[in-house]
Nanobody, 121 residues
């Protein structure tokens, strides 16, 4: 089976930085898109940034210029460098990946368990 494991969340003051990591492991043939979402209390989950296998990136307007997504295909890992953090960035951040599993080559959507990011004012 395939799993995504996130790390790097925590508590930071406004204006600070954090780096999130998400590693995919298991019976993986290839990975198409890797992305980060977030969900704040009482709000819907929203896309933060995505990175295709071909190298295209997409960012939500509210993080442009502050967050950078990167990806290491050899390690099946995606990163989110977050800078100039604001209290409104406080949320649980989830890793998401569209993965083609080995064997039957079935494409499925996978989610990590989430990592809490808290930005204090």
């Amino acid at each position: 089976q395939v799993q995504l494991v996130e790390s790097g969340g925590g508590l930071v003051q406004a204006g600070g930085s954090l780096r999130l990591s998400c590693a995919a492991s298991g019976n993986i043939f290839s990975i198409n898109v890797m992305a980060w979402y977030r969900q704040a209390p009482g709000k819907q989950r929203e896309l933060v940034a995505s990175y295709t296998r071909g190298g295209y990136t997409n960012y939500a307007e509210f993080v442009k210029g502050r967050f950078t997504i990167s990806r290491d295909n050899a390690k099946n890992t995606v990163y989110l460098q977050m800078s100039s953090l604001k209290p409104e960035d406080t949320a649980v951040y989830y890793c998401n990946a569209e993965i083609i599993a080995g064997g039957l080559k079935i494409i499925s959507d996978y989610w990590g368990q989430g990592t809490q990011v808290t930005v204090s004012s």
